[in-house]
Protein backbone atom coordinates (compact mmCIF):
# COMPACT_ATOMS: atom_id res chain seq x y z
CA UNK A 1 0.00 0.00 0.00
CA UNK A 2 2.74 2.48 1.08
CA UNK A 3 5.13 1.32 -2.24
CA UNK A 4 5.18 4.27 -3.54
CA UNK A 5 5.29 6.79 -0.84
CA UNK A 6 7.89 4.92 1.84
CA UNK A 7 9.80 7.87 2.47
CA UNK A 8 9.06 9.93 5.15
CA UNK A 9 9.26 13.77 4.90
CA UNK A 10 7.34 14.57 8.01
CA UNK A 11 7.16 11.91 10.93
CA UNK A 12 3.40 12.15 12.95
CA UNK A 13 5.43 13.78 16.30
CA UNK A 14 6.61 16.39 14.18
CA UNK A 15 3.31 17.95 12.50
CA UNK A 16 1.52 16.91 15.77
CA UNK A 17 4.10 19.27 17.35
CA UNK A 18 3.77 21.82 14.56
CA UNK A 19 -0.03 21.93 15.04
CA UNK A 20 0.22 22.59 18.83
CA UNK A 21 2.70 25.49 18.28
CA UNK A 22 -0.12 26.75 15.26
CA UNK A 23 -2.61 26.77 17.01
CA UNK A 24 -1.27 28.28 20.49
CA UNK A 25 -0.22 30.99 18.14
CA UNK A 26 -3.90 31.34 16.89
CA UNK A 27 -4.92 31.42 20.63
CA UNK A 28 -3.07 33.93 20.89
CA UNK A 29 -4.11 36.41 18.12
CA UNK A 30 -7.86 35.69 18.71
CA UNK A 31 -7.97 35.52 22.43
CA UNK A 32 -11.38 36.37 23.68
CA UNK A 33 -13.14 35.86 20.10
CA UNK A 34 -14.74 33.57 18.12
CA UNK A 35 -13.26 31.58 14.91
CA UNK A 36 -15.41 30.37 12.29
CA UNK A 37 -12.79 27.45 10.70
CA UNK A 38 -13.69 26.67 7.16
CA UNK A 39 -11.78 23.59 5.94
CA UNK A 40 -10.91 23.36 2.39
CA UNK A 41 -12.25 19.65 0.96
CA UNK A 42 -10.63 17.07 1.12
CA UNK A 43 -7.09 17.21 1.71
CA UNK A 44 -7.62 19.65 5.05
CA UNK A 45 -10.22 17.26 7.07
CA UNK A 46 -7.44 15.82 8.90
CA UNK A 47 -5.26 18.73 9.57
CA UNK A 48 -8.30 20.96 10.71
CA UNK A 49 -9.52 18.14 12.47
CA UNK A 50 -5.77 18.19 14.80
CA UNK A 51 -5.97 22.19 14.86
CA UNK A 52 -9.62 22.50 16.41
CA UNK A 53 -8.71 20.12 18.64
CA UNK A 54 -5.76 22.12 20.20
CA UNK A 55 -7.42 25.12 20.11
CA UNK A 56 -8.68 26.93 23.41
CA UNK A 57 -10.49 29.60 21.77
CA UNK A 58 -14.18 28.82 21.17
CA UNK A 59 -14.53 27.53 16.91
CA UNK A 60 -17.21 26.50 14.58
CA UNK A 61 -16.27 24.51 11.54
CA UNK A 62 -17.59 24.38 7.95
CA UNK A 63 -16.32 23.52 5.01
CA UNK A 64 -15.75 24.18 1.40
CA UNK A 65 -14.86 22.36 -1.79
CA UNK A 66 -13.00 23.94 -4.68
CA UNK A 67 -12.21 23.17 -8.37
CA UNK A 68 -9.00 24.96 -9.40
CA UNK A 69 -8.34 25.08 -13.16
CA UNK A 70 -5.23 26.01 -15.33
CA UNK A 71 -1.59 26.22 -14.99
CA UNK A 72 -0.82 28.94 -12.69
CA UNK A 73 -0.60 31.37 -15.96
CA UNK A 74 -4.30 31.84 -15.32
CA UNK A 75 -5.71 34.63 -12.66
CA UNK A 76 -7.36 33.65 -9.64
CA UNK A 77 -10.93 34.29 -11.14
CA UNK A 78 -10.22 30.35 -12.38
CA UNK A 79 -11.41 28.69 -8.84
CA UNK A 80 -15.24 27.43 -8.85
CA UNK A 81 -16.68 26.58 -5.81
CA UNK A 82 -18.48 23.13 -5.79
CA UNK A 83 -19.95 22.59 -2.12
CA UNK A 84 -20.05 26.00 -0.66
CA UNK A 85 -20.07 26.47 3.20
CA UNK A 86 -23.72 26.95 4.52
CA UNK A 87 -22.19 29.54 7.29
CA UNK A 88 -22.73 33.41 6.92
CA UNK A 89 -19.18 34.96 7.35
CA UNK A 90 -20.56 38.41 7.31
CA UNK A 91 -19.03 39.74 10.79
CA UNK A 92 -17.14 36.94 11.59
CA UNK A 93 -13.61 35.98 12.09
CA UNK A 94 -13.20 33.53 9.78
CA UNK A 95 -9.56 31.08 9.48
CA UNK A 96 -9.64 29.03 6.21
CA UNK A 97 -7.49 25.91 6.90
CA UNK A 98 -5.79 24.18 3.60
CA UNK A 99 -3.55 21.27 3.45
CA UNK A 100 -1.43 22.72 1.04
CA UNK A 101 -0.32 26.28 -0.57
CA UNK A 102 1.92 25.10 -3.83
CA UNK A 103 0.67 27.76 -7.17
CA UNK A 104 -1.34 29.58 -5.29
CA UNK A 105 -4.25 29.37 -7.45
CA UNK A 106 -6.30 28.10 -4.91
CA UNK A 107 -5.97 29.94 -1.99
CA UNK A 108 -5.68 33.25 -4.08
CA UNK A 109 -9.08 32.65 -5.63
CA UNK A 110 -11.13 31.28 -2.20
CA UNK A 111 -9.64 33.99 -0.54
CA UNK A 112 -11.05 36.58 -3.31
CA UNK A 113 -14.24 34.76 -3.51
CA UNK A 114 -14.67 34.97 0.71
CA UNK A 115 -13.58 38.52 0.98
CA UNK A 116 -16.52 39.95 -0.97
CA UNK A 117 -18.92 38.10 1.78
CA UNK A 118 -17.82 40.68 4.22
CA UNK A 119 -15.93 38.58 7.05
CA UNK A 120 -14.79 40.71 9.82
CA UNK A 121 -11.36 39.60 9.23
CA UNK A 122 -9.84 36.65 7.42
CA UNK A 123 -6.58 34.35 7.64
CA UNK A 124 -5.34 31.66 5.90
CA UNK A 125 -4.04 28.51 7.55
CA UNK A 126 -1.64 25.91 5.64
CA UNK A 127 0.00 22.88 6.82
CA UNK A 128 2.78 22.34 4.23
CA UNK A 129 3.56 25.64 1.51
CA UNK A 130 6.27 24.55 -1.37
CA UNK A 131 7.20 28.53 -1.99
CA UNK A 132 9.29 27.62 -4.99
CA UNK A 133 6.04 26.63 -6.85
CA UNK A 134 4.25 29.58 -6.34
CA UNK A 135 2.57 31.10 -9.77
CA UNK A 136 0.44 33.89 -8.10
CA UNK A 137 2.08 35.59 -5.10
CA UNK A 138 0.31 34.54 -2.10
CA UNK A 139 1.15 34.64 1.51
CA UNK A 140 -0.25 32.39 4.40
CA UNK A 141 -0.62 34.02 7.57
CA UNK A 142 0.30 30.38 9.74
CA UNK A 143 2.33 27.81 7.90
CA UNK A 144 2.98 24.67 9.34
CA UNK A 145 6.18 23.48 7.08
CA UNK A 146 7.96 24.79 4.38
CA UNK A 147 8.90 22.03 1.86
CA UNK A 148 10.75 21.63 -1.22
CA UNK A 149 9.17 21.25 -5.11
CA UNK A 150 8.02 17.23 -4.02
CA UNK A 151 4.69 15.36 -4.35
CA UNK A 152 3.61 14.62 -0.97
CA UNK A 153 1.19 12.16 0.09
CA UNK A 154 -0.67 11.07 3.98
CA UNK A 155 -1.89 13.48 6.42
CA UNK A 156 -4.87 14.04 4.79
CA UNK A 157 -3.13 14.22 1.14
CA UNK A 158 -4.11 12.04 -1.09
CA UNK A 159 -2.77 10.44 -4.83
CA UNK A 160 -6.13 9.76 -6.86
CA UNK A 161 -7.70 9.38 -3.73
CA UNK A 162 -5.26 6.75 -1.35
CA UNK A 163 -2.97 7.71 1.12
CA UNK A 164 -4.88 10.10 2.98
CA UNK A 165 -5.04 7.54 5.78
CA UNK A 166 -1.24 7.70 6.52
CA UNK A 167 0.05 9.58 9.84
CA UNK A 168 3.21 10.68 8.13
CA UNK A 169 3.32 13.27 5.48
CA UNK A 170 5.34 11.28 2.64
CA UNK A 171 7.11 11.91 -0.35
CA UNK A 172 5.13 10.18 -3.26
CA UNK A 173 7.71 8.96 -5.89
CA UNK A 174 5.51 7.48 -9.04
CA UNK A 175 8.49 5.41 -11.43
CA UNK A 176 5.49 6.91 -14.17
CA UNK A 177 4.56 10.21 -13.32
CA UNK A 178 7.15 13.33 -14.72
CA UNK A 179 7.33 14.35 -10.71
CA UNK A 180 8.94 11.46 -9.56
P1 LIG B 1 -2.46 25.41 -5.70
O1 LIG B 1 -3.78 25.94 -6.19
O2 LIG B 1 -1.81 26.22 -4.62
O3 LIG B 1 -1.52 25.10 -6.83
O4 LIG B 1 -2.74 23.97 -5.18
C1 LIG B 1 -3.35 23.65 -4.05
C2 LIG B 1 -3.91 22.25 -4.16
O5 LIG B 1 -3.12 21.40 -5.02
C3 LIG B 1 -3.88 21.60 -2.82
O6 LIG B 1 -5.03 21.86 -2.10
C4 LIG B 1 -3.76 20.14 -3.18
O7 LIG B 1 -5.04 19.62 -3.43
C5 LIG B 1 -2.99 20.11 -4.48
N1 LIG B 1 -1.57 19.81 -4.25
C6 LIG B 1 -0.53 20.65 -4.48
N2 LIG B 1 0.63 20.06 -4.16
C7 LIG B 1 0.31 18.82 -3.71
C8 LIG B 1 1.10 17.71 -3.21
O8 LIG B 1 2.33 17.74 -3.11
N3 LIG B 1 0.39 16.61 -2.83
C9 LIG B 1 -0.96 16.51 -2.93
N4 LIG B 1 -1.52 15.38 -2.51
N5 LIG B 1 -1.72 17.54 -3.37
C10 LIG B 1 -1.09 18.67 -3.77
Do not use: Q, W
Amino acid sequence: MVDSATEILLPKEDILRRVAELAAMIDRDYAGRELLVIGVLKGAFIFLADIIRALHIPSSVDFVMISSYGSGRESSGSVVIKKDIDALIAGRDILIVEDILDTGITLSGLVDIMKKRNPASLRVCVLLDKPSRRTIPFTADYVGFSIPDAFVVGYGLDCNEKYRHLPDVRIFRDPESSYA
